[in-house]
T-cell receptor, first 114, second 114 residues
Framework: KAGVTQTPRYLIKTRGQQVTLSCSPI?????VSWYQQTPGQGLQFLFE???????NKGNFPGRFSGRQFSNSRSEMNVSTLELGDSALYLC?????????????FGPGTRLLVL | GDSVTQMEGPVTLSEEAFLTINCTYT??????LFWYVQYPGEGLQLLLK?????DKGSNKGFEATYRKETTSFHLEKGSVQVSDSAVYFC?????????????FGKGTKLTVNP
């Protein structure tokens, strides 16, 4: 079974631009979560989607948004990019999104904002 | 809110040495506890997990026991290998609220020398 895939793997943008990242979960998984990883703040939860509904959201500004499609694929969007948005963005999927489940992570999208 | 504290790294060991990485948590109720590992340039992989008090998670020679009385989930391995060099993250998810959101510690970088 294929793992979680994220595209693109690397991205360079300039301040003020917007970016869209994509995540394809493992087949049969209906829950997708997004995390931001930076050297300073570590791994921080962005949002979680289950069956096209946002179920939880982390403490990030409104410039960060996401959505999930009927095939469980998910996208996250960051508008008006800032230098501090440079990070590794990780997507994780699970079958039903319960707290006891294992979440399977993709390789991440590394975003550099210049 | 929920939080995870793990020992700061980096940790440098010789091959076949004993490994302990301390992890304590703050959370109400009975969270599920996880250890994830991140190899250079990759996403996170689940190493082991425990979903209730006194459970022991184990995988690839690594072990951790869910201790409710000390709110701890320390990672141990009896004999490390060079291939264990990676960053290790302790994490929890809370069953309340119907969310799988993971709260991570800062990570501990392990380097094993031959």
């Amino acid at each position: 079974k294929a793992g979680v895939t994220q595209t693109p793997r690397y991205l360079i943008k300039t301040r003020g631009q917007q970016v869209t990242l994509s995540c394809s979960p493992i087949s049969g998984h209906r829950s997708v979560s997004w995390y931001q990883q930076t050297p300073g703040q570590g791994l921080q939860f962005l949002f979680e989607y289950f069956s096209e509904t946002q179920r939880n959201k982390g403490n990030f500004p409104g410039r960060f948004s996401g959505r999930q499609f009927s095939n469980s694929r998910s996208e996250m969007n960051v508008s008006t990019l800032e230098l501090g948005d440079s990070a590794l963005y990780l997507c994780a999927s699970s079958v039903a999104g319960t707290a006891q489940e294992t979440q399977y992570f993709g390789p991440g999208t590394r975003l550099l904002v210049l | 809110g929920d939080s995870v504290t793990q020992m700061e790294g980096p940790v440098t060991l010789s091959e076949e040495a004993f490994l302990t990485i301390n992890c304590t948590y703050t959370a109400t109720g009975y969270p599920s506890l996880f250890w994830y590992v991140q190899y250079p340039g990759e996403g996170l992989q689940l190493l082991l997990k425990a979903t209730k008090a006194d459970d022991k998670g184990s995988n690839k020679g690594f072990e951790a026991t869910y201790r409710k009385e000390t709110t701890s989930f320390h990672l141990e391995k009896g004999s490390v290998q060079v291939s264990d060099s990676a960053v290790y993250f302790c994490a929890l998810s809370h069953p309340q609220g119907g969310s799988e959101k993971l709260v991570f510690g800062k990570g501990t970088k392990l380097t094993v020398n031959p």
